[in-house]
């Protein structure tokens, strides 16, 4: 869902997706107000940077980076072929 509405992530935004995926509210604005996600976020946006992600979504299959597009056909047999 944020990927969709990545254009409109500000917190009363959020708070209407986290209702719409069922989550508890409550929970989830103490949660928000806390910040309790930020260091894990921050660690994996440095992660991002690290393997060379610029933009979302990016995509990995067994640690080898994919740019092009694909299709569904070709990326079954990515997968396929990396759990043999």
């Known amino acids: 869902m944020l990927f969709i509405y ?3 992530l500000e917190n009363g935004y959020l708070v209407e997706y986290a209702n719409r995926l069922g989550l508890d509210i409550p929970r989830f ?3 928000l107000s806390k910040g309790v ?3 894990r976020i921050i660690a994996d946006i440095q992660g991002g940077y690290r393997s060379g992600v610029e ?3 990016a995509l990995f299959v067994n ?3 994919y740019r092009e ?3 569904i056909e070709q990326l ?3 997968i396929v072929a ?3």
């Open 55 to 57: 933009a979302a979504p």
């Open 82 to 84: 990396a759990i043999h």
């Open 29 to 31: 604005l103490q949660d």
């Open 76 to 78: 079954i047999v990515a």
């Open 63 to 65: 640690e080898i980076r």
């Open 6 to 8: 990545q254009q409109a």
């Open 69 to 71: 597009r694909w299709t």
């Open 37 to 39: 996600y930020v260091d």
